[in-house]
Antibody
């Protein structure tokens, strides 16, 4: 069955960077798309961007350009998101989700990872 | 960006009742291929979102047929017939017709 396993919670200092991972199993990662999202607790969901594992091609929400960088490692079926120059406004839960071609929706989600930016 | 407006923001219903949630978009969600990429998700408390319905009316795998979706162009509805306790959480509509994908503000369903 399809699974997306995200890395553990992060506590980081302002100005630092953090790299989140999303390890997948149960489907052909190398020909799939992965999207990332931000959710501040109690608020709605924002789409950050997506990456095609086949060639590493990416698309970003303008709001997150320069903040998030998406990459993949097809040898381990893992997607990554780097968040840079963190501020308290980046404190949120971040999710990865498979972007499924055909329906073009987000059919499987990771469990989410809480990133807390605090000095 | 396409704005997705959901109403009501919250609902309180008894087990066995039926409810409807509205989602309206600021632009038509019909893509150039003729398909409509409007989807519904449920985020149960403390959990990640879960796919319910894709492309307006198609049930996700394992989703009970108490859930149904209708609508077209800019106006969409999610209906839950015979609400069960496990249905509580926040329901989101989302569109992937236009770039970037956007989500509604959510409708919180509580059980009386």
């Amino acid at each position: 069955q399809v699974k997306l396993q995200q890395s553990g919670a992060e506590l980081v200092k302002p100005g630092a960077s953090v790299k989140l991972s999303c390890k997948t199993s149960g489907y052909t990662f190398s020909t799939s798309y992965m999207s990332w999202f931000k959710q501040i607790p109690g608020q709605s969901i924002e789409w950050i961007g997506m990456i095609y594992a086949g060639d590493g091609g990416t698309g970003y929400n303008q709001k997150f350009k320069g903040k998030a960088t998406l990459t993949v490692d097809t040898s381990s079926s893992t997607a990554y998101m780097d968040l840079s120059s963190l501020t308290t406004e980046d404190s949120a839960v971040y999710f990865c989700a498979r972007y499924y071609g055909g329906p073009w929706d987000f059919d499987y989600w990771g469990q989410g990872v809480m990133v807390t930016v605090s000095s | 960006d396409v704005v997705m407006t959901q109403t009501p923001p919250s609902l309180s219903v008894a087990i066995g009742q039926s409810v409807s949630i509205s989602c309206k978009s600021s632009q038509s969600l019909v893509y150039s291929d003729g398909k409509t990429y409007l989807h519904w998700l449920l985020q149960s408390p403390g959990r990640s979102p879960k796919r319910l319905i894709y492309q307006v009316s198609n049930l996700g795998s394992g989703v009970p047929d108490r859930f149904s979706g209708t609508g077209s162009q800019k106006d969409f509805t999610l209906k839950i017939s015979r609400v069960e306790a496990e249905d509580l959480g926040v329901y989101y509509c989302a569109q992937t017709t236009h770039f970037p994908p956007t989500f509604g503000s959510g409708t919180k369903l509580e059980i009386k």
